[in-house]
């Protein structure tokens, strides 16, 4: 069976956002099967809609199964992965732009603060996140609007990924002109080499 990769995107992403359409083909030529599901109500996420929707979409997870995540798509995979029974493990996961300690400029309204609130405070264990996910890749850009250089910290220190800091792509987004992410499929080939 080939290896997958699912790209679970952003708050208000959609699969033909910025690089992931690229990033679709280039994982393609080199052999893996890639899907970018659309998340149900991407312009409110909510864990209790995201996470059934990311498992419907993978089915069986093994070792061959692969996750790339942008922001909150970051944080989707992560509390899907801490979801999964015991002994379900993927190969590994690359996390863009990814949260759980702090987002800054989301905006003041009511249905922000409280998305942002609910992710950011619903319990999640690091453990149960690290035993279902065999390595991961954070992805980080040093002048990123929203998300805070400081939640490196967390994936490093509490998920052990290794940390990879980008300069000058902002929050990574396809409005700010980033189409194309050589080290994420870099990435995704140094965690999946067997």
Known sequence: MSKRVFIIHGWDGYPGEGWFPWLKQELEYLGFEVFVPQMPKAEEPRINNWIPAVARAVG??????????????????????????????????????????SLTGMGDDAVTKDVEREWLTSPLSPDDVKSHINKSVAIFSDNDPFVPLSNRDYFSNELGSKVIIEKGKHHFSGSEGVMEMPVVVQSILDISAH
């Open 60 to 101: 069986q997870v093994d070792l061959d199964t692969y996750f790339v995540g942008h922001s909150m798509g970051c944080q989707a995979i992560a509390r899907y992965a801490a979801s999964l029974p015991s002994g379900s493990v993927a190969g590994g996961a690359v996390f863009v732009a990814g949260f759980f300690t």
